[in-house]
Structures are given as structure tokens and as C-alpha cells.
């Protein structure tokens, strides 16, 4: 609807896991390279967490995208995996790589899918198994993750968990020591800077077809790299406020700029100014807490 006004072909801000859009952070770029290294190497389990919005699920997207290309490689990915019997997370499991069965008990099912394993590992192939949202994965379920990851040779692993989570599922890991000395690789996603909201913004913005500038700022913390030239769209301080409102969840920016540029639409005001940020601001609060409960503040 604001499209044509901030001179863009389509939207910027949404929230879907589009890979064109995923905005790759120093730090987000880290929590995919330990992944991808837990992949490569066949370390059988690898754990990322974050708060919600920060980039798990694109990141996880990205990668199946990827793995799904390697022919050395076999992936499945679970969205969600909440099912509480061991039995039925197993199935989900193995009709996720494919892997056909009647039976209906675990063990059963445990030696098919072993079977399996093994002969995807003999004909040169390694399972990659993605789980998201882990933190609603079952207790007894994680003790289950622990039993697939005991499938392997001497040297080999034949199956790697990569699991992206929120971060209290630190809280079911209390009584998993088994899980968690299995645990190869970790990373973590925070909530962007400000200077890496800037630039998600401003990749944003260009995917969808604005042009976007660059300049140099005295002082700045990128030194004498060039930052982005948003004037056109949002002041200097209507940024201030965005990221004070947001504290730099990519999401939560997403979802109010897209409100807030409707807002500037509506009113024929480019560039946003705090004012504007402020007025949106008091609509949005009427369904949803804002600010959002985080800590970081631009200065």
C-alpha cells in the first residue's frame, strides 16, 4: 500500500522468513557458522538459542535450504515437535527423512530408523536433523534426541541434531546432564545494535527496491566505514526512537516500521519524524506491550 510512496516495489518489513531479506549480523553470522561447522563435522548435537525474534527460524530456514542442496547430506526439519510419547516423536522423526513404518512402538520403529542410519552413513550420506521451537519439545522427548545421538561408529556419528530454541530451554536442560554433555556446539542470537538495525533496515529497503545511500559519520562506532543514508525515509532521531521502542529485536522493528511507514503514507509525511514514531507508537500499544521488555537503549 506504501509501496510506490517510499519508492519500493514491495514490502520490506515482513515478518516471513523470506531468505532475501534475512539481514546476517557479526552475530548472527557467528550462530550460523558454528552450526554449519557442527554439520560439516558430524558432531552429532549443536544447540542455538535466542529470545523470541531474533533470527532463529530465517536462520534455520537458510540452512535446510542449503543442507537440502548437498547431496552429502540427508535433512529433515521439524517446525515444531511437541509431541509427548517418545514413540510419536521417533515417528515424526523418521517421516521427516521419509523412512516408511508400520510399527507402532518404539523400539521397533528405533531399529528401523537405526537401519537406516546405517545405511545412509555406508553409502557416503550424513542425517541432518533440524528441530525448531525446541523449548516445546517433551522432557522425556529430549532424553529421546540423547538416544539417536548414540547412533555411530567408532569414529562417526551417523545422525547431527541442530536445534534452535528459545532461551529457557535452558530451564528443561536442568536434570539432562546425558543431553547436555552431548552438546558439541552452542550459539546465541541477540537483539541488533543499533548500528546493525541500521543496516537491516537499509537491506531491507534496497531488496525491496528503494535506493538507499551511504555516508560517513564523524564518531561513529563503524569508524570510517560508510552507514547507511536513511534521511530519505526516517530522521536521525525517528531511528533513536525506533530502536528505543524495539530494543533492536528484528522482528518487533519489522512489525512497527511496517506500521509506522502505513502511518507516514496515510499522512503524507516523509521522512518519519519522532513525533510520528511517538503517535504510532500509542496506537500499537493499545494490543501489545511496548516498549519491548529488553535492555538495550540508543544514546
Known amino acids: 500500500m506504501y509501496e510506490s510512496y517510499f519508492g519500493l516495489k514491495e514490502m520490506p518489513f515482513t515478518v516471513m522468513p523470506d531468505p532475501r531479506y534475512a539481514f546476517r ?29 531474533c533470527g532463529k527460524t530465517t536462520i534455520a530456514n537458510l540452512l535446510v535450504a542449503d543442507w537440502s542442496d548437498d547431496p552429502g547430506k540427508a535433512v529433515a526439519y521439524l517446525p515444531v515437535a511437541d509431541d509427548r510419547g517418545r514413540a510419536a516423536f521417533l515417528k515424526r522423526i523418521m517421516d521427516g527423512f521419509g523412512v516408511e513404518s508400520t510399527a507402532r512402538n518404539y523400539g521397533d520403529n528405533r ?6 542410519l546405517l545405511d545412509l552413513h555406508k553409502s557416503g550420506r550424513h542425517a541432518i536433523l533440524v528441530l525448531d521451537e525446541g ?8 532424553d529421546t534426541l540423547v538416544d539417536l545421538t548414540n547412533f555411530q561408529t567408532a569414529t562417526e556419528k551417523f545422525i547431527t541434531v541442530i536445534l534452535f530454541a528459545q532461551d529457557n ?11 547436555t554433555s552431548r552438546i558439541a556446539h552452542t550459539g546465541h542470537l541477540d537483539p541488533l545494535s543499533f548500528d546493525d538495525m541500521l543496516g537491516m533496515i537499509a537491506h531491507r529497503l534496497r531488496i525491496g527496491g528503494a535506493k538507499v545511500g551511504e555516508k560517513k559519520v564523524s564518531g561513529s562506532k563503524a ?6 543514508d ?3 525515509f526516517l530522521t536521525a532521531e525517528a531511528l533513536v526512537e525506533v530502536y528505543n521502542i524495539t530494543k533492536g529485536v528484528p522482528r518487533d522493528v519489522c512489525i512497527f516500521l511496517s506500521a509506522l511507514f502505513l502511518d507516514a503514507y496515510v499522512s503524507d509525511q516523509k521522512p ?4 510520528m514514531v511517538r503517535a504510532t507508537l500509542d496506537d500499537m500499544k493499545r494490543l ?6 529488553q535492555t538495550k537503549e540508543a544514546k
Open 25 to 53: 549480523s557479526l552475530g548472527h553470522k557467528l550462530a550460523e557458522g558454528r552450526m554449519r561447522f557442527a554439520a560439516d563435522y558430524k558432531s552429532g548435537l549443536a544447540v542455538l538459542t535466542g529470545p523470541v525474534g
Open 288 to 293: 501489545k506491550k511496548w516498549p519491548v521488555p
Open 272 to 275: 518519519v519524524t519522532p513525533e
Open 223 to 228: 569508524g570510517d566505514d560508510p552507514v547507511p
Open 111 to 116: 531399529r528401523l530408523f537405526e537401519r537406516y
Open 169 to 179: 530451554f535452558a530451564n528443561k536442560l536442568r536434570t539432562k546432564e546425558a543431553f
Open 135 to 142: 523449548q516445546k519439545i517433551h522432557p522425556d522427548n529430549i
Open 230 to 232: 536513511l534521511s530519505p
